[in-house]
């Protein structure tokens, strides 16, 4: 016992004598920095023999993300496969599904799909590519086909949480970055990219408000159809939140910027949603914005749930940086290596409880080290 006292004095006095900045080092050694959490969106794992998954795992892992948002279509068994790595190495699992696009199957009836204001099917006429075959939100059918595609994948284990996908409808205005791409000029709401027109979704509004939107001058002046529609979309969400907490999982969804921009292009009434989670697309670029509105548009985001529930703002990461100025397509476009620093910082200052990658396929060895830096927080 005299000689443990005797090597505890030692010790003692030894760091007591060392240098200022020898004391420094080892406090800086003792204190671990707290990390924003990070969140990351990508899929085509299902294939891929085990060893290679979880060798990619491993370095999102290490490069500091916490948790995937993973695409595997709607077999369960892809989950189950790619989830089990994912928690093998630490990584949290979120199933993403997109929800109202849907290609047809036999599970879907052609009647399901959305209506556009000339009376053209999404499934016959997409409106701007060819899988925007939106599924209307009026009909039981699509509930139920939802219902049972959700449930199945919530009742995997390794599932950690549902992650809702194109839960809206199409895009009545684009985001102002995409009309050249697309010849267009979105000043106003066109009829052939509003949806849903169908007898259904027509005939409930005017049972409901004693208004024939059909007959209206201009239905995009006419507020009460904008609201109806909203809620359609809220109730396909919150339904489907009681079905997956019913399995005792989680459920959260990729939405519009806003919610301002979410309800002017695309129905989103997101800050009324009965969700555990929310992960805005901040992706400035399609807006002709820079970082700095990555940080006004989160604030916009974090005050409209009043703290209901956290805010992760996504991230549009730019592949080929050194390239970005020469690619026309702005989906070729997002954050280079020195954006990423200040997008991480203004989301968060904002109060985001996190960002999400769009996605780590997309981001160079020189994101990596950006990215990397502006995660660290000194506790």
Known sequence: MKKLLLLFVALSLGFACSSPKEKSERQETAVEPAKIPVHAWLGGYNDKPEEEIKAKFTEFKEHGIDALMYNGGHDPASYEKVGKIAKEVGLGFHAWIPTMVQHKTDEIDADWYAVNGLGESALEKPAYVPHYTF???????TYNFLENMYSKVAQVKEVDAI????????????????????????????????????????????????IDIKAAEDPSQVEEWKQFRYDLITSIVN??????????????????????????????????????????????????????????????????????????????????????????????????????????????????????????????????????KAIKLKK
């Open 163 to 210: 992650h809702l996908d194109y839960i809206r409808f199409p895009d009545v205005i684009l985001a102002r970055g995409l009309w050249d791409k697309y010849g267009l000029t979105m000043d106003r709401e066109y009829p052939q990219f509003d949806y849903c027109y169908c007898d259904e979704c027509t005939g409930d509004f005017k049972e409901k408000t004693g």
């Open 239 to 372: 339904r489907l939140s009681d079905m997956v907490h019913g399995h005792g999982k989680e459920i959260n969804a990729a939405v519009f910027p806003g919610p301002s921009n979410a309800m002017k292009m695309v129905r989103q009434e997101w800050n009324t949603w009965n969700l555990d989670a929310v992960f805005p697309m901040n992706y400035n670029d399609f807006y002709l914005e820079g970082t700095d509105w990555i940080g006004s548009i989160t604030k916009e985001e974090v005050d409209a749930v009043e703290g209901k529930f956290p805010v992760y703002s996504g991230l549009f990461i730019c592949p080929n940086p050194e390239k970005k100025a020469e690619i026309e397509d702005p989906e070729g476009h997002g954050l280079i290596p020195s954006e990423m620093g200040a997008a991480i910082r203004n989301s968060i200052a904002s109060g985001a409880r996190g960002v999400c990658l769009f996605t780590p396929g997309r981001m160079t060895d020189e994101h990596w080290v950006e990215f990397e």
């Open 135 to 141: 599924l209307c939100p009026s009909k039981e059918g």
